[in-house]
Each structure stands twice: as structure tokens, then as C-alpha cells.
């Protein structure tokens, strides 16, 4: 009997309560996180359940958009600032007909004509036989497993200086509960795009609706750097849950970098993920600044597929009509400034997001929306 999905009410708790208790489920797939997707995509949340002969063997969890007055089903969607959501199954669950039964729930159920879905646990080998198209996702893994000792000596001889360097100069990380960290953080967010000739490719509201929805669970750590005066130079994002946590964005002042505060936070919060039992940390997304602070290379496929072949041509000229436009914004903005480029070797310390280089033959097109233009994290991930 073939598996299928049935809506479920988005608001009961029965389907939350569940999902918490599934070790493969993520921060992204909680009711916080769906509310944080909803009130910055204007969205309509999906959750799912997966029958098989009437016994429950998995969940999906979403949200559907319209985009040129299309229904789309993201799980997520490039630009929402949000890494693995897609399915959370039993063992034993055959996921590769678990998204064959996702494809025909949204085209035929919800009405879909498009669905994206980036699964931490799907692989290339779950794609076999399935007529969808993906591109590779790319990040780094740290165990958090290891001793505090292993775990810095992982990291390169450079990124051991830095940590030592910042602490050296003073610099005292702190945790921080308030929401005018949205501010902090934006502001130096504003400042590393600029670096780049680039604006943020989303506003402060959504980092305020993320502190909001999601910072009240327990399930979101914020870090600010101070200097020795107790200015704030740096500031770091980080959900966590079920043993894992991410890095969600991180910025920085250009004038400050020389006292590394991107790198003690990052140390900090691994730390602090690990006092939490937290087993990895996922630097949400590629870059070779990265690689310093000793993770494993994983690659998670994100697929799509369209009903009819047009729209994914449509997607792709909306992709690059959103990147030109961005590009635009940040040349007027150096223009009005009066401020030329500027090079810094610290471009990508604090999370600035590159496009994804690696296409699949599937692949009708190449990087998400937003997440990879400069800085955040979504440390990078997620947008573009």
C-alpha cells in the first residue's frame, strides 16, 4: 500500500508534541519556527502526517507562498532564512516513496505548482527513480563530542591565535535577551554588505520576529562581543535543538575585526552548545572561512520539482532579477555615501553567505535567493 499525507491542524499541540520527541526532528520544524516563517513570508504553514495502512510513520512540515499568484510549497524556500525542514520519519520509512508521496500531496491535495525541500536526512541515493531536479547544499559539521581541549586544537593554528588574540584585547562575550539585539545586530550586518558593494537581503523585522517567536522556547542563543569600553563590536545568532545546534547569522564592525571577536564567539558558542548536550554544530552553509574551526564537509541535496516546466524558468529569472536589484541598491548606496569598495581579508568572518557553486545534472538553475549574498548566516545558507 502506497504511503500517503493528511493535513493536519496547524494549531493543535498533539502534532508538536510528537515532533519534539523525534530525535531527527529540527529548531526548523517547530511551531515557533513556522510562526517566525509565517509572520515574515506571510505564508500559510503545512503540517503533515505520513500514513502508511493507517498507522502514523512520519510528519512533513512547511509553508506555502504565492509568488507571481502561483501556490508554492516550501520546505523550505530560498530566502526564508531557514535551513532543513522536509520530513521526519520512522526508521525503517522508505524516504525516497515518502517524497514521491510529498510531490503528489502538494500538486494534488494543496493545489501546488512548484515544491523545494531541503531534508537533512535525504541523500543523493533517496533521488534514484524520483523526477526531480537539486542542487547541493553544502556545510560544515563539528562534533561536539570531543573534549573541549580536542576541539580547540582541531582548529587551525590561525583560528587558535584569533580566539587567544580577542581575549587578550579584552574582549567579553555575553549572552543577551533583550530584542534591541536586533538592532545591534542589523546595524553591523548593514556594515558588512556594504563591504561587498551589497545591501541585507532581508530587513531588521525579520531578525526581531526571529527573537520574538523563537528566543521565548530556550531554543535561540544571541551573543554580543563587547570591547574593553563595553562597545558592542560583534554579534552572533544560534537556534539549537535536539542535540544539534546552527549558525544562523553573525556580523561584525569592519573597524573592530582586528581584535577577532567573529572567532571567539564562534568558540563560545560551540562551548555553550556543548554545555547544553548538544552533539554537533552545523555552521549553516559553505565558505572556506569555515573550514579553520575544524567540522566535517556535508552535502544535503535540495530538490524541486514543477508541475509544469515552465515555472522553474520563471524562478530562475526572478532569482536573478532579486540579485541584480540588490547589487543595484548597494551601488547607490556607496554612491550616496561617497565611499568607494573596500577590500578587507575579514569578508567572510562574520558569515557572509556565498553562492552555491556545485549543480547537479538535475539542476535547472543555480543558487538560492538569499541566503548567500553576503552575511548572515543564515551564517549562510538558506537565502540564495
Not at 519556527?33 to 502508511?52: C, I, N, R
Not at 537533512?120 to 563539528?142: A, C, M, P, W
Not at 573534549?147 to 580577542?166: D, G, H, I, Q
Not at 561617497?338 to 556565498?354: C, F, L, Q, Y
Request: overall charge positive.
Amino acid at each position: 500500500m502506497a504511503y500517503t499525507f493528511e493535513r493536519l491542524d496547524v494549531q493543535s499541540e498533539d502534532w508538536s508534541a510528537k515532533i519534539g520527541t523525534k530525535e531527527d526532528g529540527t529548531i526548523f520544524q517547530t511551531p515557533a519556527w513556522l510562526a517566525f516563517l509565517s509572520e515574515t513570508q506571510h505564508g500559510e504553514p503545512v503540517v503533515a502526517a505520513l500514513s502508511e495502512r493507517g498507522k502514523t510513520i512520519g510528519y512533513f512540515t512547511g509553508m506555502i507562498v504565492r509568488k507571481f499568484g502561483l501556490r508554492i510549497l516550501g520546505s523550505p524556500f530560498p530566502g526564508w532564512s531557514t535551513d532543513y525542514m522536509g520530513l521526519i520519519l520512522s526508521a525503517g520509512v522508505d524516504r525516497r516513496q515518502a517524497v514521491q508521496a510529498l510531490i503528489t500531496f502538494a500538486f494534488q491535495e494543496l493545489g501546488c505548482l512548484h515544491l523545494e525541500m531541503m531534508d537533512r536526512n535525504l541523500t543523493l541515493k533517496d533521488l534514484d527513480g524520483l523526477d526531480v531536479q537539486h542542487r547541493v547544499y553544502r556545510s560544515f559539521e563539528i562534533d561536539l563530542t570531543r573534549s573541549e581541549e580536542e576541539l580547540f586544537s582541531n582548529m587551525t593554528s590561525a583560528c587558535r591565535r584569533c580566539v587567544r588574540k580577542a581575549k587578550k584585547e579584552g574582549v567579553l562575550i555575553e549572552e543577551a535577551r533583550d530584542l534591541g539585539f536586533a538592532d545591534e545586530y542589523y546595524v553591523q550586518l548593514k556594515d558588512v554588505f556594504a563591504k561587498h558593494g551589497l545591501v541585507p537581503t532581508y530587513g531588521i523585522e525579520r531578525v526581531r520576529q526571529l527573537i520574538t517567536h523563537v528566543h521565548p522556547t530556550g531554543q535561540l542563543l544571541l551573543l554580543r562581543a563587547r570591547d574593553r569600553s563595553g562597545r558592542c563590536i560583534a554579534t552572533g545568532i544560534f537556534p539549537h535543538l535536539n542535540g544539534v545546534m546552527y549558525f544562523w547569522g553573525g556580523a561584525s564592525w569592519r573597524q573592530h575585526q582586528l581584535l577577532r571577536p567573529n572567532e571567539v564567539i564562534q568558540w563560545t558558542a560551540m562551548k555553550i552548545a556543548k554545555q547544553k548536550g548538544h552533539r554537533s554544530y552545523d555552521m549553516g552553509g559553505g565558505g572556506e572561512f569555515k573550514r579553520k574551526y575544524g567540522g566535517s564537509e556535508i552535502a544535503v541535496p535540495w530538490i524541486r520539482k514543477s508541475k509544469y516546466p515552465w515555472i522553474c524558468y520563471l524562478r530562475d529569472i526572478a532569482q536573478q532579477s532579486h540579485k541584480l536589484r540588490q547589487q543595484s541598491l548597494g551601488q547607490v548606496n556607496r554612491l550616496l555615501a561617497r565611499e568607494g569598495p573596500r577590500e578587507s581579508t575579514e569578508a567572510s568572518e562574520i558569515g557572509i553567505r556565498k553562492p552555491l557553486s556545485q549543480k547537479s545534472k538535475h539542476e535547472c538553475s543555480t543558487v538560492r535567493p538569499e541566503c548567500p549574498s553576503p552575511a548572515t548566516s543564515h551564517g549562510t545558507a538558506r537565502d540564495s
